[in-house]
C-alpha cells in the first residue's frame, strides 16, 4: 500500500517528465539518424565473458545493465564502464527500462514478476515488485504505466505502476497476430511498437492494444531491440540481417542505418541519450560490451 500510494501521488509528475522526454527527441531530425559515427565500445567487465543482456541510459554518465547469467542489475559509468553500483536478483534478470530519472523496473525470464529499482545518486536499491499475468518478454514505461509482452496470450497489457491491468490485448479469432513479441517501445502520443521475432514484423498498437498497422520488409530479419527516438522515428535491432533500421511509422518506410561494415553483427538490444546524442547498440557476442555511435 505505501508504494501504491507513493505511485498514485508522483504520477502526474512522472507523465509530464516522460512527455517532456519524448517532445525533445520529436527535435531530432531523420537525416541526424544517418549520421552516426562509431566511438569507443563501453566495455562493461562481466567476469565471465557473459554477454549484456539489456542496456537503459540513466544519466549523461551512468547507465544501466543486464548481463547473462549474472544475477544483477549493474550502474555502470557510461565513460569506463565500470561498476559504481550493483544489486543482486535471483533468477537472471532480462529487460531493463527506465520509469523516471529516479526508478528503473526490470524483468525475469521464468518468473511472472517485475522488479522496482530505486536510483539515488551512485546507489541502487529495490522498491516493489509486482506480479504479472505471464513471462515477460518485453517491457516499456507508457503514458498509463508499463507495457509488457508475454510469451504466450494474451501476449500484451497495459499495467498501472501498481499492478492493476489497464489494457488486454484481444487475439484476433482465427489469426495469429504475435508469434514470439521480444521487445517493446511507447510513445507520447500512445503507440505502442513491438519487435515479434516470430513473423519477423513490427506492430504498431494504439494505447488498448488494438494492432493499427503492421511493419515488414526483407532486411528486417529477426528483429530484436526497439527504441521510440520521436514522433515518426523508431529503431529497430535487425538481428540476423546485423542491421539497425530507422522505422517511419507514418509511411512505412524501412531504411538501413547501420550495418556489418559498421561493425553490426547479431545486434540484441540497444538504447538512446537524447542529450548525449548517443545510441548504444549491444550485440550477442558474449564479450560485455555495448558499441556506441555518436550523431554527427
Known amino acids: 500500500m505505501k508504494y501504491d500510494v507513493l505511485f498514485k501521488h508522483n504520477y502526474l509528475i512522472t507523465s509530464i517528465h516522460l512527455l517532456m522526454i ?55 559509468d557510461s565513460q569506463t564502464g565500470g561498476t559504481v553500483a550493483h544489486i543482486t536478483l535471483q533468477p537472471d534478470p532480462r529487460r531493463v527500462c527506465m520509469c523516471d530519472n529516479n526508478t528503473a523496473v526490470v524483468t525475469w525470464w521464468w518468473k511472472k514478476k517485475v522488479q522496482f529499482i530505486n536510483i539515488n545518486g551512485d546507489s541502487l536499491t529495490l522498491g516493489q515488485s509486482l506480479s504479472v499475468n505471464g513471462y515477460v518478454r518485453g517491457i516499456a514505461r507508457s503514458e498509463e504505466g508499463l507495457v509488457v509482452s508475454y510469451t504466450s496470450s494474451p501476449w500484451l497489457e497495459v499495467l498501472a505502476l501498481n499492478g492493476r491491468v489497464l489494457h488486454r490485448f484481444k487475439p484476433v479469432a482465427g489469426r495469429d497476430v504475435f508469434k514470439w513479441p521480444l521487445f517493446i517501445a511507447a510513445s507520447a502520443d500512445g503507440m505502442i511498437y513491438v519487435s515479434d521475432w516470430g513473423t519477423s514484423t513490427i506492430k504498431q498498437l494504439d494505447s488498448i492494444l488494438r494492432v493499427t498497422k503492421t511493419f515488414s520488409d526483407p532486411m528486417l530479419q529477426e528483429p530484436h531491440g526497439i527504441i521510440h527516438v520521436s514522433a515518426d522515428q523508431v529503431l529497430v535491432c535487425s538481428y540476423d540481417n546485423h542491421r539497425i533500421l530507422l522505422l517511419c511509422p507514418s509511411t512505412g518506410v524501412i531504411t538501413s542505418i547501420l550495418d556489418k561494415k559498421d561493425g553490426i553483427v547479431e545486434p540484441w538490444a540497444l538504447t538512446f541519450s537524447q542529450s548525449q546524442r548517443k545510441l548504444y547498440v549491444v550485440p550477442n557476442d558474449r564479450s560485455g560490451r555495448s558499441q556506441v555511435f555518436q550523431q554527427q
Open 22 to 76: 519524448i517532445s525533445c527527441c520529436d527535435m531530432f531530425m531523420v537525416s541526424d539518424l544517418s549520421q552516426l559515427q562509431r566511438q569507443q565500445d563501453l566495455k562493461v567487465d562481466t567476469g565471465d565473458g557473459w554477454s549484456i543482456w539489456d542496456i537503459s541510459v540513466v544519466s549523461d554518465t551512468r547507465v544501466l545493465v543486464t548481463v547473462r547469467g549474472e544475477g544483477k542489475v549493474r550502474l555502470v
